[in-house]
């Protein structure tokens, strides 16, 4: 049998929140929201193209290369999970859906898809660089437009930094 003060703090959490705190759940005003969600956007359909990518190339890498390629990349693609879960549920805090429907994501993203067959280490790596590159290009043009949501800003100034440090790491392997 279960205790009554046990019963009642569990019925507290049944108890509705009100229609307000539901339809403003972070201090941003409706019109400096979509600035916000056009970045959030944009960004977490270039984590999930990257991710993608990054998985493509680990699995089907070939060459020399090939097990430093397939660690390093493992890694990679595991890093990018997170970012995508705090990504795709600030665009929930400001409102918006949060869309990563594969049949969405590339055309979003606009970043050229690893192909579905063998692909050289060296290859790969020179690929997801470039792909790197241009997101990490975005993304710095990105934290400017969201100056007026630091959280946001944060968010993407967090994604920034772990895209760079691959590019540096990649870099580094193909010297």
Do not use: C
């Not at 049998?1 to 229609?19: D, E, F, R």
């Not at 805090?93 to 606009?110: F, K, V």
């Amino acid at each position: 049998m279960m205790k009554p003060a046990i019963a009642a703090s569990l019925s507290l959490a049944l108890i509705p929140v009100s229609a307000h705190a539901q339809s403003e759940p972070v201090a941003l005003s409706q019109a400096e929201r979509p600035a916000s969600q056009q970045a959030l956007d944009a960004t977490l359909a270039e984590l999930i193209a990257l991710s993608h990518n990054t998985q493509q190339a680990h699995w089907n890498a070939v060459g020399e290369e090939f097990y430093q390629v397939h660690d390093l990349l493992g890694h990679f693609y595991e890093a990018y999970g997170p970012l995508v879960d705090s990504i795709a549920e600030r665009s929930r805090q400001l409102g918006y859906p949060a869309d990563g429907r594969p049949s969405s994501i590339g055309e979003r993203a606009q970043l050229t898809e690893m192909r579905a067959s063998e692909i050289r280490d060296v290859e790969a790596v020179a690929m997801l660089a470039g792909q790197l590159k241009t997101v990490s290009d975005r993304l710095g043009t990105r934290i400017g437009t969201v100056g007026d949501d630091p959280v946001t800003q944060d968010m993407l100034i967090e994604v920034t930094t772990l895209i760079d440090k691959q590019m540096w790491l990649l870099g580094a392997h193909m010297r």
